[in-house]
């Protein structure tokens, strides 16, 4: 693994630097922002690990938010497009948890050597979350967690979660369907029922397809794909996929420890939530973890208002205040 400072810091933001970081894993190159308090004494360096599909600005630019909010705060970020995402080298279709939990190894040693700041806290989006989990035990130097939005370990099919998010959906539905001006776009044609029909029980007749997004996919759609497999993937993917209606796996929660704090944040309206806080949940209460849920009243998956972003930032900057070495 090889890195290096690319430019020289530029002022995004009164007190707020950046520069771009390069760095490689396998050889192949791995774009990064560094983001860091302009005449501060840097107290913690925050490693964010984005979403399966996304990249290092995060959905609405909310990954950069937090970062230039942490700088505010005296804690440096490093914001990174894994391998196969954004502007870093690698193909997309060979990117699984496996490949991406080696290139959050690497980003945690870059951000370290380049702030000199042994403070390091971990930041996980969605799927980024369980990059974070999973990889926990390579990366020794972590003192933190932010995880925001993060779903149970290989829970794309869980029928428990369908149910969940289908009531969540009729729920919503249902109010609206009370409401006069409902009607008069219904007898208009502004209302498009087959998508309604879609977002309350699509997710039942797409069975497998979060299993791909996951880097698990099906025997089948291996065997269809015309992308080499690397066998470390496939490995992965053959350990953590599971059949339907089981109870999604645990193995890799035994990574979190009392000794490492922690912070999870759902927004309420995101309809998948229930279902992960109760997966984490028990098993945080059953383990005495230090760590706390929080909730964002009408917030999505993304946090993408305004106001969600400020209370997110809120919530993880005081988490991060309150832990050991930067209690103010």
């Known amino acids: 693994m090889t890195q290096h400072a690319l430019l020289q810091s530029a002022l995004v933001q009164e007190g707020v630097l950046e520069m771009p970081i390069r760095f490689s894993v396998e050889n192949q190159a791995i774009n990064a922002i560094l983001t860091k308090p302009a005449d501060q004494e840097i107290k913690a360096i925050v490693v964010f690990s984005h979403g399966w599909s996304g990249f290092r600005t995060g959905p609405a630019d909310i990954l950069t938010f937090l970062a230039r909010t942490f700088a505010k705060h005296n804690y440096a970020s490093l914001r990174f497009d894994f391998r196969g995402r954004g502007e870093s080298q690698g193909e997309g279709l060979q990117t699984s948890l496996v490949t991406m939990a ?14 000199k700041c042994d403070n390091l806290i971990l930041c996980g989006l969605c799927s980024g979350g369980n990059v974070v989990v999973g990889t926990l035990k ?12 993060v779903y149970p370990f290989s829970d794309g099919d869980a029928f428990g979660r369908d149910m969940h998010r289908t009531f969540h959906y009729l729920n919503v539905y249902w109010k609206k369907i009370l409401r006069p001006d409902t009607w008069s776009r219904l007898f208009k044609g502004d209302v498009n029922i087959k998508s309604v029909f879609n977002v309350i029980f699509g997710h039942f007749f797409k069975k497998g397809q979060n299993k791909k997004k996951e880097g698990e996919g099906t025997k089948q759609a291996e065997q269809d794909s015309t992308q080499p497999k690397l066998p470390q993937a496939a490995k992965a993917a053959k350990v953590e996929s599971r059949l339907q209606g089981k109870e999604p796996p645990k ?16 927004g309420t309206a995101d309809p998948d939530a229930t279902a992960a806080e109760k997966y984490f949940g028990d098993y945080i209460t059953e383990n005495k973890l230090n760590i706390d849920i929080k909730h964002i009243e009408g917030a999505n998956h993304n946090f ?10 809120t919530y993880l900057t005081e988490f991060i205040n309150s832990t050991k070495g930067n209690k103010r």
């Open 102 to 115: 080696d290139d959050l190894v690497a980003a945690s040693e870059t951000a370290i050597k380049e702030t």
């Open 138 to 149: 390579r990366i020794p130097q972590a003192k933190a967690l932010l995880l925001m939005s």
């Open 251 to 266: 193995k890799h929660l035994a990574n979190l420890k009392k000794e490492i704090p922690g912070i999870m944040v759902y």
């Open 304 to 313: 993408s208002s305004k106001e969600w972003k400020a209370q997110l930032a």
